[in-house]
């Protein structure tokens, strides 16, 4: 947050910066004012989110300061501090909208509670605002009027903004969980420094595609004020690069050339998606430039590479070990037409496939990867082996487990508790291996059980049998046991003795 000071008296000036230089906040001191006029003229060359002002200076007096600040600024705040505690100031002070009125000496703690005030402000003001130009930004990539966005209800300075689109491409190595809830919140403390900006505008968008793209919008106008956006971005996101490095993360960004105006985003969206595949035979934790790409010698080659690398990684992690197989020998035969060219070379592309799968390629041709993936198939064979066996031996736990407590109130919740896993899991393992749900498995033991009791001792009542096999109400039960067998229990009795 951009900050003016304006008072005559030097010494109060100086005070008043050590007192904010001490803040642990996100403020910049931008200039100082020793009276009215000289605080104008600062105000047009930096459009501040604050101002200090005292009220008794020479040639132009706080008051008119504010009043004429205003219209030079509007989106500043104000904050009086003044030696006197005149009623007429501050009522005056207060009908033009300030944010405070301090007395000095201003305490520390009265200080820094004013600027967190603003900051706050500041930043649920901004955030609003990035809410609404997510939304307008969602109107112009679902507008269907051939690019023509004039009727959105943009703001009218936002007609001239400069708009930059970021594709980001995250992943957890060789996982199939979403990464989008990390790479939004590494996106929040990118933007961060842009928030209490007013000419700028930034969000994060989920596109249908499955792509994450940032757009960053801002005033040309106002770069000489605060410097370019779009540098501070690209700062920032060079510094989450080194925080999020890690073996188990891994992050793309692809920048397009800026656009002039918005019309021209859905277009410049189209072509980052159709540059996507080649992330994968670049550096990971960089920001590369979607012009870059362009110049690859034999471009058509490394995309159909990029693309492969997609399929390969993703079948093998959905453990297609077919589709896997298939994939691995249409790569074999294209490896011909495939001349690699720099900057994109298979270095990345090997280091990509490291990440994603258990192998560890070498070599700088690809014909020398194919051994390696080809036992990575094997690998993926063994391990559904394995992991089908488990699942067999758990299925045989919750069978024995029925059998031996089918009489009483059981569920697949208890059961999972009993073996050490997740209820919702469990349930979809037992109907994928036994092709039944666990209630359905449940009822049919029981009502076996049932028919063995009717049949095995002729005596024994209904009620009994009943909560022999688990249920209190014999309504219930007859129903139950009607729907399975088709014949009420009396009936599968009489037929018996017959």
Request: net charge neutral; charged share 20%; hydrophobic share 40%.
């Amino acid at each position: 947050m951009n900050i003016i000071l304006a008072d005559d008296e030097k010494l109060a000036r100086h005070v008043l910066v050590s007192m904010l230089s001490e803040m642990d906040l996100p403020i910049q001191i931008k200039g100082e004012a020793k009276n009215g006029e000289e605080l104008l003229k600062l105000i047009g060359q930096h459009q501040p989110d604050l101002v200090f002002v005292d009220i008794r200076m020479p040639k132009l007096n706080g008051i008119e300061s504010i009043r004429i600040g205003k219209n030079l600024s509007p989106h500043t705040k104000w904050i009086i501090i003044s030696g006197f505690n005149d009623f007429a100031y501050a009522r005056e002070a207060l009908l033009l909208g300030i944010t405070d009125y301090l007395v000095k000496p201003v305490p520390y703690s009265e200080l820094e509670q004013a600027v967190r005030q603003v900051l706050a402000e500041r930043t649920e003001v901004m955030m609003r605002l990035n809410r609404q130009f997510e939304y307008d930004l969602l109107s112009v990539l679902h507008s269907t009027s051939e690019l023509d966005h004039s009727n959105l209800r943009l703001p009218e300075q936002m007609k001239r903004y400069r708009y930059s689109i970021t594709l980001l491409k995250a992943s957890l190595n060789g996982s199939q969980e979403d990464a989008s809830p990390q790479l939004a919140f590494n996106h929040h403390q990118i933007i961060k420094p842009l928030l209490s900006r007013s000419d700028t505008r930034c969000c994060l968008i989920k596109m249908p595609q499955g792509s994450t793209i940032s757009f960053l919008a801002w005033d040309p106008q106002s770069e000489a004020i605060g410097g370019s956006p779009l540098a501070i971005y690209n700062r920032q996101l060079a510094f989450s690069f080194k925080d999020l490095r890690s073996d188990s993360f891994s992050i793309y960004a692809l920048q397009a050339p800026i656009c002039e105006e918005i019309g021209i985003i859905p277009e410049t969206i189209a072509q980052l998606h159709l540059f996507t595949p080649l992330l994968s035979l670049l550096p990971t934790g960089q920001l590369h430039q979607c012009e870059d790409l362009k110049q690859l010698d034999n471009l058509e080659g490394h995309l159909k590479i990029g693309n492969w690398l997609a399929r390969v990684t993703q079948l093998y992690l959905q453990k297609d070990y077919l589709n896997y197989a298939k994939a691995l020998t249409s790569f074999e035969k294209d490896l011909k037409s495939i001349v690699p060219s720099k900057p994109a070379d298979w270095t990345h592309a090997a280091a990509f496939l490291d990440r994603q799968l258990p192998c560890s390629l070498t070599g700088v041709r690809l014909q020398d990867w194919v051994p390696s993936l080809q036992a990575c198939g094997i690998n993926m064979l063994h391990v559904m082996s394995d992991a089908n066996r488990e699942q067999g031996d758990l299925i045989a736990k919750v069978i024995a487990y029925v059998d031996q407590h089918y009489m009483n109130d059981i569920g697949i919740a208890q059961i999972a508790e009993e073996v050490g896993m997740s209820p919702n899991y469990l349930s979809a393992i037992f109907h994928k291996k036994y092709g039944t749900t666990f209630t359905k498995y449940l009822i049919e033991t029981r009502m076996l059980k049932a028919k063995e009791l009717l049949l095995s001792q002729p005596n024994l009542q209904i009620q009994k049998i009943a909560e022999q096999v688990g249920y209190y109400s014999p309504r219930h039960f007859t129903k139950l046991f009607t729907q399975y067998f088709g014949s009420y229990p009396s009936e599968v009795r009489e037929q018996f003795k017959s």
